[in-house]
């Protein structure tokens, strides 16, 4: 009888442990979503601040393409925020979108998707102001087969202009 209650408490505890693991880990993404999911906001982790975060961080170090490219007619958010809102899984492969998940999980901070994406518009950046039109723009955008997203961050970030 004792081996039975034990066992029990056991199976209670790790039931349990995951469901407390499941809100440590996602407590903070549903609160935001359920308290504040319905609601315009510029509070960092939305949406609308990631956005923001991307746009200055590609006029701040790639002027000329960001706006070579609003000239064509195609703003630069346009491309990137898809690519923001699914977190990069249905642009990058899916070895790399692991690896990027992974760090915005240690780092507990949504600010590295408009980092990447920034980093992607300036790696990109000789193609974008070659471009003559918008399809050229959706066309240098459309595989992201190839990239990865360590060095792409670490250039970047550290490579000095």
Not at 68 to 74: C, D
């Given at each position: 009888?004792?081996?039975?209650?034990?066992?029990?408490?056991?199976?209670?505890?790790?039931?349990?442990?995951?469901?407390?693991?499941?809100?440590?880990?996602?407590?903070?993404?549903?609160?935001?979503?359920?308290?504040?999911?319905?609601?315009?906001?510029?509070?960092?982790?939305?949406?609308?601040?990631?956005?923001?975060?991307?746009?200055?961080?590609?006029?701040?170090?790639?002027?000329?393409a960001f706006y070579h490219?609003?000239?064509?007619?195609?703003?630069?958010?346009?491309?990137?925020?898809?690519?923001?809102?699914?977190?990069?899984?249905?642009?990058?492969?899916?070895?790399?979108?692991?690896?990027?998940?992974?760090?915005?999980?240690?780092?507990?901070?949504?600010?590295?998707?408009?980092?990447?994406?920034?980093?992607?518009?300036?790696?990109?950046?000789?193609?974008?102001?070659?471009?003559?039109?918008?399809?050229?723009?959706?066309?240098?955008?459309?595989?992201?087969?190839?990239?990865?997203?360590?060095?792409?961050?670490?250039?970047?970030?550290?490579?000095?202009?």
């Amino acid at each position: 009888y004792q081996r039975r209650v034990h066992g029990k408490q056991w199976y209670q505890r790790r039931v349990h442990g995951k469901q407390w693991y499941q809100r440590r880990v996602h407590g903070k993404q549903w609160y935001q979503r359920r308290v504040h999911g319905h609601v315009i906001s510029s509070r960092e982790e939305t949406i609308l601040y990631l956005s923001k975060c991307f746009e200055r961080l590609c006029q701040e170090r790639d002027p000329q393409a960001f706006y070579h490219a609003v000239h064509i007619g195609v703003h630069p958010l346009t491309i990137v925020f898809r690519w923001m809102f699914s977190a990069f899984a249905n642009f990058l492969p899916v070895d790399q979108v692991l690896l990027l998940w992974d760090r915005v999980i240690a780092y507990d901070s949504l600010v590295l998707l408009p980092l990447v994406a920034a980093a992607i518009f300036v790696f990109r950046s000789k193609d974008i102001m070659e471009a003559k039109g918008e399809e050229d723009i959706h066309d240098i955008f459309d595989d992201g087969r190839k990239l990865m997203v360590i060095p792409l961050l670490q250039h970047f970030l550290f490579a000095t202009r």
